[in-house]
């Protein structure tokens, strides 16, 4: 089909929630993707932090097919081995000592939620309460868009769900302001994606982790975005040198395949029992062979050195062309995060990059965002480099 004819067919049958779109895209491999009509792009956006081992990568394929010919799925009334086998390599590469499974980083946001509230209750001192950062991105469902810190998503959904306080991010005082006996869990992104890609101060993550401790409240990372690779390490808030309560992962985590996962310590799983949370789909054998195989890959000896020199290159190429153009107001973030804030609105320039063959995305209005396959190549670097550069001439910025 053409892009045109699935256009069509999409504006006929497709509620609009996502907006008129450009491409169709049909195929990939590595950092490479085409279109129904068969044109080329570079993949600078990973479907939003999905694709980290880049496109048809063969260990996850190959872990798909023979998963796909045994059994794809048979509920958690039964054990699952591929299941059971991705929790105990979570676990040894995590803080957390237990998992649960799901399909989304909203799903996984939503268990943390629900599990917070759930081991007070158990704890007899019930502390429903949950402060998150303005700005902050954790899904869209109920819980979670209430979560999110951002009014825009909220408009029209009221009521919102009750309990939900928000502070600025970054602001460790403004945090510790916000705190009354009510409050049981903070919920926080390591760096905030969706909301700018802001990469907190070096040290606020310890200093929320000790008002946590503190006042007996649980910390929750949101690793949905960070995690698996993303930021130089397999989780962001490894580089802070703490350890949250509770972490909640999903987009990059079965490289493609829907999969969301909730980790926490020992004394935190203590809050759900049997019957208080379950899914259908939940790290099934299909998602949980998929992400089996994409954990191994991430882990191999190399890959993360890998990924760390890429991105001080692509750091290094940033900053020079952040220098010769007058409009770029900052470059930040981490590893193969990265937000490119320009005094422009970066619309135009997100559809002209397109147009060129590069596909990357937007992180608020005036911020370009790069979410890379972690796999990218120096020569993959130099050719959105130039291209970047072009389309900023041509826009005459
Ligand atoms: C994308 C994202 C989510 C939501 O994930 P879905 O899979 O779309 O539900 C939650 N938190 C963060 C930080 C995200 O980037």
């Not at 320039?349 to 992180?363: D, K, R, T």
Request: with cysteine.
């Amino acid at each position: 089909m053409s892009t045109e004819s699935i256009r069509d067919l999409n504006d006929a049958h497709i509620i609009n929630t996502y907006g008129p779109r450009k491409l169709a895209l049909t195929r990939g491999e590595g950092a490479v993707l085409w279109d129904a009509d068969g044109r080329e792009y570079l993949d600078f956006f990973a479907g939003i932090a999905v694709c980290n081992l880049g496109h048809a990568h063969p260990g996850v394929t190959t872990a798909i097919q023979e998963q796909a010919g045994k059994l794809l799925h048979c509920s958690n009334l039964y054990y699952i081995e591929p299941q059971t086998k991705l929790a105990e390599l979570l676990c040894a590469v995590s803080f957390a000592d237990k998992w649960f499974f799901c399909n989304s980083g909203a799903e996984a946001n939503e268990a943390a939620i629900k599990l917070a509230r759930r081991f007070w209750s158990q704890q007899g001192t019930p502390k429903p309460e949950i402060i998150t950062a303005e700005q902050s991105f954790h899904g869209r469902t109920m819980a979670t868009v209430t979560a999110t810190g951002q009014p825009k998503y909220h408009e029209g959904f009221e009521a919102m769900l009750p309990g939900f306080h928000y502070v600025p991010y970054n602001n460790v005082a403004a945090l510790e302001a916000a705190i009354t006996p009510q409050v049981g869990a903070i919920l926080l992104e390591p760096i905030q994606g969706e909301g700018g890609v802001r990469v907190p101060d070096v040290d606020y993550l310890k200093q929320v982790r000790a008002v946590c401790d503190k006042h007996d409240i649980l910390l929750i990372l949101d690793e949905v975005q960070t995690g698996l690779g993303r930021t130089g390490t397999l989780f962001a808030h490894t580089q802070s040198g703490i350890t949250p309560d509770i972490m909640t992962l999903a987009k990059g985590l079965a490289n493609g395949v829907p999969m969301g996962a909730m980790g926490c310590t020992e004394r935190a799983a203590t809050g759900f029992s049997v019957g208080s949370h379950a899914s259908t789909f939940g790290g099934n054998p299909l998602s949980s062979a998929a992400a089996l195989a994409t954990l191994n890959a991430l882990l191999a000896p190399g890959f993360q050195d890998a990924t760390n020199e890429i991105s001080e290159y692509l750091f290094e190429k940033l900053n020079t062309f952040a220098g010769d153009c007058a409009s770029v107001v900052e470059v930040r973030g981490k590893g193969l995060m990265i937000g490119i804030e320009f005094k422009e609105t970066v619309g135009p320039l997100v559809g002209a990059l397109q147009e060129s063959g590069v596909i990357c995305g937007p992180a608020g209005p005036n911020v370009l965002r790069f979410l890379p396959p972690l796999i990218i190549t120096t020569e993959q670097v130099d050719k959105v480099m130039s291209i970047l550069t072009t389309c900023v001439g041509a826009l005459k910025w």
